[in-house]
């Protein structure tokens, strides 16, 4: 039974609950299956290697941060066949996120609005996790942490946290991903204003350098932006990151803009809508940004991926590297391997 057929008959029983209790199901149900060596009947992509930041990916397919924020379904997500992984975003201390309902699903527009506000189990429980899995011991694969600040910290002390988790991740991260887009926690889009930014870039490459001289190991750190920018705020993130050396930067994160699915249920909740509504203005900070980097700083572009062709529309903006998230919930884990079809030389 394939893959697509497997999860066209689980969706509905999956669509039938609440989609935070769905997906409190969903993740240990796949890292059992991955103990039990039942997700190896799935098929995978095909080799695909690229070389971004210094860094060998298998296939140019990843998975976006925000669906195993604690870092606890690694191996159970490795057996989709991603090129790389990324889990997050963690904070310096546990916090609960934002009350429940806080997730919800808008079918009709292949769509999901969160405001989960990081809610993970701090730092120190999150490293524990990634050392535990398979993945991270073998080897198998690339695998991104993804920092953010707690959100009891004023957003003049953000910096510090994200110091902070930097320190406690980076012996393990392939690449460290600093998350200032989230439209969850309060003030965190501040930080992508020119001074703000500076200051964190300038702080993040201080403590990077002195990091890789301690772990005989260089990590590299990408930036992940809104794409809720205009031009000239793209035009300052990119000169800013040019100016820091910054090594890569994820476009986008999810967007607080509800004119693609006004008069859905529930368009008003608040919170980052992502999916299918999120693709062209996703597109457009990526082109944007493209056209200002040169290709001189790489671009991982995420959102409203659905299909190869919407893969395939990321790299054609300027994209090196794509991720899923609200894709996999619609269309499942065969999206994986369409994608990589899709973008396969």
């Known amino acids: 039974m394939s893959d697509r057929l497997l999860y066209s008959l689980a969706r509905p ?12 199901l969903t993740l240990p149900a796949l890292r059992t299956a991955a103990g039990l060596g039942v997700t190896g009947l799935l098929s995978r992509p095909r080799p695909d290697p690229r070389t971004v930041m210094g860094l060998n990916f298998p296939n140019p397919i990843g998975l976006a941060a925000g669906l195993d924020k604690d870092g606890a379904y690694i191996d159970g997500l490795a057996a989709l066949g991603f090129g790389f992984i990324e889990v997050g975003t963690v904070t310096p201390r546990a916090q ?15 769509a999901l609005i969160n405001r989960m506000g990081f809610n993970n189990g701090g730092v120190d429980a999150f490293v524990r996790n ?9 080897k198998q694969g690339i695998l991104g942490l993804n920092i953010g600040k707690n959100a009891d910290t004023p957003i003049e002390r953000a910096t510090d946290d994200y110091l902070a988790c930097l320190e406690k991740v980076y012996p393990f991260a392939a690449y460290v991903t600093v998350n200032i887009s989230s439209p969850n926690t309060r003030n965190l889009r501040q930080l992508q204003q020119a001074s703000e930014l500076d200051d964190l870039l300038y702080r993040l490459k201080q403590s990077q350098s002195a990091l890789a001289d301690r772990h005989a190991r260089y990590v590299p750190i990408v930036l992940k932006i809104a794409p809720d920018l205009d031009d000239e ?4 993130i990119a000169a800013a990151l040019l100016r820091h050396n910054m090594d890569g930067v994820i476009a986008t994160n999810t967007t607080i803009a509800r004119d693609a699915v006004k008069g859905l249920p529930h ?11 999120v693709l062209a203005a996703s597109n457009r900070v990526i082109g944007a940004l493209h056209k200002e980097l040169g290709g001189a700083v790489p671009i ?3 959102g409203g991926i659905l299909s190869g062709t919407d893969a395939k529309a990321k790299m054609d903006a300027g994209a090196s590297l794509v991720q899923l998230y609200t894709g996999l919930i619609y269309r499942g884990p065969a999206l994986v391997r369409e994608c990589a079809a899709a973008l396969a030389g």
């Not at 934002?98 to 919800?104: L, T």
């Not at 705020?233 to 300052?236: C, E, F, H, L, N």
């Open 13 to 24: 029983l999956l669509f039938s609950l609440d989609p935070e209790t769905a997906h409190n």
């Open 96 to 110: 609960p996120g934002n009350p429940r309902p806080r997730m919800f699903r808008l079918p009709k527009a292949d």
């Open 130 to 138: 990634v050392q535990s899995s398979r993945f991270y011991q073998e």
């Open 233 to 236: 705020q793209v035009k300052t």
């Open 267 to 277: 368009a008003e909740e608040t919170g980052g809508l992502s999916g299918r509504p």
């Open 300 to 302: 991982i572009g995420v």
